[in-house]
């Protein structure tokens, strides 16, 4: 049985998801996990530790720090190594920047092979230039501390070969879901129509774009209303700008929604707005395929790998409020162009299965375990 120790400091989102997924899936193909994670972030993930502990998964918990925190890092890489030596896993896999540097430092300290997926390198976030290029040098030097990547996205992929990687050691493979569909596609025709934002109210996921063209949808059709599904850093300054707008008529905060009712919350809108300024493999797509609701996405990262534009959603420039704006309205007004794209993009649900991934993945562990002498 190959056992891997899964590292992960970004405990929300969509590597929140990720991990869980793949856990699970892992379980029934006969690899053992375990888990050293940290709560930092997000404190509620306490609640997914208990989850993992009661399927007898062994959880490390490790004060691991968001950004450059150079005492806090060697405090739990040391941490982090003796974990690894009470485990002794045949393979680690790091998500994300602050894992992964932990965990290949680890990893080369104990001799244990180590797969990588960042989720989105740290270098191609919004950060200043010089961070950017500080970003990149240390994903350079940790390369020969690295057994393989996986790309969830084909510009992960093309930026792990600009790294230097050998293209044997790339593996692109993007998140996948259970391809369940909870009904048939409804589309409204009649009264009132709603445009979903479902994601952390964040700058990198956009809500403030979106936002922005609520005036202007609603100038060209008045039974249009905004519902904005999420919490995050940027909600109270969002509150006010929706004030400033005059917007209180027109857009809803209805908060955070658990991860297993958000398809079920998109089935109650007819688009969904996904104005993200960087992404990896955003599973939010993926549910709104499974939703039978049609997309309008900015496309940046792995976004334009999961919708063909005015096939399977419509694809538009990030942070450009006009162009997001003129993209909503060609879906709203046309209930049948949102129909053909809702049955379109729920055929491409069979092309992301997450037992397909967790397959793809299990193979990349038995190949960099073979690997070792």
């Not at 892992?26 to 930092?40: I, K």
């Not at 162009?323 to 007004?333: E, I, K, M, Q, Y």
């Amino acid at each position: 049985m190959i056992t891997v120790l899964h590292v992960l400091e970004a405990t929300e989102g969509g590597t929140r998801r990720h991990l869980r997924d793949l856990v699970g899936a892992l379980e029934p193909l006969g690899f053992r996990c375990a888990l050293a994670v940290s709560c930092r972030r997000d404190p509620a993930f306490r609640g997914d530790v208990a989850f993992y502990l009661s399927r007898g998964l062994t959880v490390a918990e490790l004060p691991m720090r968001r950004g450059l925190a150079p005492i806090a890092d060697v405090a739990a890489l040391l941490r982090l190594i003796g974990c690894v030596r009470r485990v002794r896993p045949s393979v680690i896999h790091a998500h994300s920047a602050k894992g992964g540097l932990l965990a290949r430092a680890a990893g080369a300290v104990c001799r244990v092979p180590v797969v990588y997926t960042p989720h989105v390198f740290p270098f191609l976030m919004a950060c200043d230039p010089r961070m950017r290029r500080v970003y990149r040098l240390v994903e350079r030097g940790l390369r020969c501390m690295t057994a393989a990547v996986i790309a969830v996205s084909e510009e992960e992929r093309r930026e792990a070969a600009a790294l230097g990687y050998a293209a044997s050691r790339i593996y692109l493979i993007p998140n996948g879901v259970d391809g369940k569909v909870p009904g048939e596609v409804t589309v409204r025709k009649d009264g009132e129509l709603r445009v979903g934002f479902f994601g952390r109210l964040t700058a990198q996921k956009g809500p403030s774009v979106l936002l922005e063209t609520v005036a202007d949808v609603v100038a060209h059709l008045p039974q249009v209303r905004f519902v904005f599904y999420g919490d995050g850093t940027e909600a109270d300054t969002l509150r006010a700008r929706a004030e400033v707008l005059k917007l209180n008529d027109a857009v809803r905060f209805l908060g955070s929604v658990a991860q297993g009712e958000v398809v079920a919350h998109m089935r109650q809108t007819d688009v969904i707005g996904i104005p993200s300024r960087w992404e990896g493999c955003p599973y939010v797509v993926l549910e709104a395929f499974q939703a039978g609701v049609p997309v309008v996405a900015a496309a940046v990262g792995g976004v334009p790998d999961l919708i063909r534009d005015g096939v399977t959603g419509v694809l538009v420039e990030p942070d450009n409020p006009e162009a997001l704006c003129d993209a909503l309205l060609s879906l709203l007004r046309d209930p049948q162009k949102r129909r053909r794209i809702a049955e379109q993009a729920r055929n491409e649900l069979a092309r992301y299965r997450l037992d397909a991934m967790a397959a793809a993945v299990a193979d990349v562990y038995r190949r960099v375990t073979q690997d070792l002498p």
